[in-house]
């Protein structure tokens, strides 16, 4: 069994600051001209009002611990465990300064060099010993779908008492998906062939929390694919695809997941390799950066993430073939929310934009701050609630502002978060993937 990075893999000593197994760049620390164009995008020097909480503070604050000037301090640590990792700063950076590498370099420092509380390490190892395995997800179900029938979910939050207790668990209760029949097994074959002339054979990555709580997301992207001449292989052998051990600096983890994903792939003879949850397909393409020390595996690791495509690019980069009908009898009205690491991690959000206007009926509106982060950005919304609550409503505020009927969002850290803060303002509003609503629209099947 993996587990979590611990803090005790090197002496007590290398806590005063960061150790030489790759600490950050200096010549990319030295890159930024410490301008301020990220603060304005940065969604923790939104809602904390720092500039120690904003990507130039804490690149203030990397130099400064480079040079031996500050500690790896719990201040310090407070600071950095305050970045989502959202990458806006990286969009709107006019140097050019690689944010994501820094932030990446500092999580493994941490984790090596900084003893957490007690109670921050066991739920950190809850968090890293169960959402990366969906076979010890399922384990739970049972419990979770009967805790949900008889409504004690509903009990908790009104009591408010493990909010007291601990808001991390708190938090991970509130945004605890719906358990269905589907959540219990893997409902696709290990290949699905395309309809009519084959023009690719494609790999799918099922995801953990995608395949355990929205295994129809799944099953739809197979689907749509399928209809668009793919054949596509799905390996029972793929686990996780390491994103969130690899957000959170839990190196050895993430290395190890990204081994297996590679393997499982590796005699399929596939054309491509395609995911549908945005924060999995930035990990996927990183997987050069994360084995990178890696003699054996590094580069089957750049082979593998250039094969790496998310449906939605994937889709617009060969076109579809199937034809589309109409869901709903009039205009139906949806507004597309931009997923963080699809949006600044991948650079893609025209494509699903162009997907969506492809569908009979169906008219886009634009949110405003549509690149803000929507405070879930892996498990962040469970470690930093507070700030994440906040962010969540601006989020949920700004969409139902468009006025839309539906919204459409690629990533299923989004969707629960954004499902929370609907329902916290006692809104109903369907939210689908647009793969979803593509398959249906393949299918000529009403909303």
């Given at each position: 069994m993996?587990?979590?990075?611990?803090?005790?893999?090197?002496p007590?000593?290398?806590?005063?600051?960061?150790?030489?197994q790759q600490?950050?760049?200096?010549?990319?620390?030295?890159?930024?001209?410490?301008?301020?164009?990220?603060?304005?995008?940065?969604?923790?020097?939104?809602?904390?009002?720092k500039?120690?909480?904003s990507?130039?503070?804490?690149?203030?604050?990397?130099?400064?611990?480079?040079?031996?000037e500050?500690?790896?301090?719990?201040?310090?640590v407070?600071?950095?465990?305050?970045?989502?990792?959202?990458?806006?700063?990286?969009?709107?950076?006019?140097?050019?300064?690689?944010?994501?590498?820094?932030?990446?370099?500092?999580?493994?420092?941490?984790?090596?060099?900084?003893?957490?509380?007690?109670?921050?390490q066991?739920?950190?190892?809850?968090?890293?010993?169960l959402?990366?395995?969906?076979?010890?997800?399922?384990?739970?179900?049972a419990?979770?779908?009967?805790?949900?029938?008889?409504?004690?979910?509903?009990?908790?939050?009104?009591?408010?008492?493990?909010?007291?207790?601990?808001?991390?668990?708190?938090?991970?209760?509130?945004?605890?998906?719906?358990?269905?029949?589907?959540?219990?097994?893997?409902?696709?074959?290990?290949?699905?062939p395309?309809?009519?002339k084959?023009?690719y054979?494609?790999g799918?990555?099922?995801?953990?929390?995608?395949?355990?709580?929205?295994?129809g997301?799944?099953?739809?992207?197979?689907?749509?694919l399928?209809?668009?001449?793919?054949?596509?292989?799905?390996?029972?052998s793929?686990?996780?695809?390491?994103?969130?051990?690899?957000?959170?600096?839990?190196?050895?983890?993430a290395?190890a997941?990204?081994?297996?994903?590679?393997?499982s792939?590796?005699?399929?003879?596939?054309?491509?390799?395609?995911?549908n949850?945005?924060?999995?397909?930035h990990?996927?393409?990183?997987?050069?950066?994360?084995?990178?020390?890696?003699?054996?595996?590094?580069?089957?690791?750049?082979?593998?993430?250039?094969?790496v495509?998310?449906?939605?690019?994937?889709?617009?980069e060969?076109?579809?073939?199937?034809?589309?009908?109409?869901?709903?009898?009039?205009?139906?009205?949806?507004?597309?929310?931009?997923?963080?690491?699809?949006?600044?991690?991948?650079?893609?959000s025209?494509?699903?934009?162009?997907?969506?206007?492809?569908?009979?009926?169906?008219?886009?509106?634009?949110?405003?701050?549509?690149?803000?982060?929507?405070?879930?950005?892996?498990?962040?919304?469970?470690?930093?609630?507070?700030?994440?609550?906040?962010?969540?409503?601006?989020?949920?505020?700004?969409?139902?502002?468009?006025?839309?009927?539906?919204?459409?969002?690629?990533?299923?850290?989004?969707?629960?978060?954004?499902?929370?803060?609907?329902?916290?303002?006692?809104?109903?509003?369907?939210?689908?993937?647009?793969?979803?609503?593509?398959d249906q629209?393949?299918?000529g099947?009403?909303?």
């Amino acid at each position: 069994m993996v587990i979590a990075d611990t803090p005790q893999q090197l002496p007590l000593a290398a806590s005063s600051g960061f150790d030489p197994q790759q600490p950050p760049a200096q010549p990319l620390i030295d890159a930024c001209v410490h301008c301020g164009f990220c603060l304005t995008t940065c969604p923790s020097y939104r809602v904390l009002g720092k500039e120690s909480d904003s990507p130039r503070g804490r690149i203030y604050l990397m130099d400064a611990i480079n040079k031996g000037e500050a500690t790896l301090s719990p201040t310090s640590v407070e600071h950095f465990d305050s970045c989502l990792g959202c990458l806006a700063c990286t969009t709107a950076c006019p140097s050019g300064v690689q944010y994501d590498q820094l932030i990446a370099a500092v999580r493994p420092q941490i984790q090596r060099n900084h003893p957490r509380s007690r109670p921050e390490q066991l739920f950190r190892q809850l968090i890293f010993s169960l959402f990366p395995y969906p076979d010890r997800l399922r384990l739970l179900l049972a419990p979770l779908g009967l805790y949900q029938l008889l409504r004690v979910s509903k009990l908790v939050q009104r009591s408010g008492f493990l909010k007291r207790l601990s808001p991390n668990l708190a938090a991970m209760e509130s945004l605890l998906p719906k358990v269905t029949p589907q959540s219990f097994q893997d409902n696709l074959p290990e290949v699905v062939p395309a309809q009519g002339k084959r023009r690719y054979r494609v790999g799918m990555i099922l995801g953990c929390v995608q395949r355990v709580f929205f295994s129809g997301v799944n099953e739809a992207t197979a689907r749509v694919l399928a209809a668009n001449g793919c054949e596509v292989v799905i390996p029972r052998s793929q686990g996780c695809c390491s994103a969130l051990p690899a957000h959170q600096g839990e190196s050895n983890q993430a290395q190890a997941l990204a081994r297996q994903m590679i393997d499982s792939f590796a005699d399929t003879q596939v054309d491509y390799v395609i995911i549908n949850a945005a924060g999995c397909g930035h990990t996927l393409k990183e997987y050069g950066h994360i084995l990178a020390d890696d003699a054996v595996y590094r580069d089957r690791a750049h082979q593998f993430s250039a094969q790496v495509r998310d449906v939605q690019e994937f889709l617009v980069e060969v076109g579809l073939t199937a034809p589309l009908h109409p869901i709903t009898e009039g205009p139906l009205t949806v507004v597309y929310q931009d997923a963080c690491h699809l949006l600044h991690g991948q650079h893609i959000s025209l494509q699903p934009r162009q997907l969506l206007k492809q569908i009979p009926q169906v008219q886009l509106r634009e949110p405003i701050d549509a690149a803000l982060c929507c405070g879930s950005a892996g498990v962040y919304n469970l470690l930093q609630p507070e700030v994440a609550e906040e962010l969540g409503q601006m989020k949920v505020n700004n969409l139902l502002n468009t006025g839309a009927q539906l919204i459409a969002s690629s990533n299923p850290g989004c969707s629960l978060q954004i499902q929370k803060h609907l329902q916290e303002l006692g809104k109903s509003m369907p939210l689908m993937h647009p793969i979803a609503l593509l398959d249906q629209s393949i299918r000529g099947e009403p909303l």
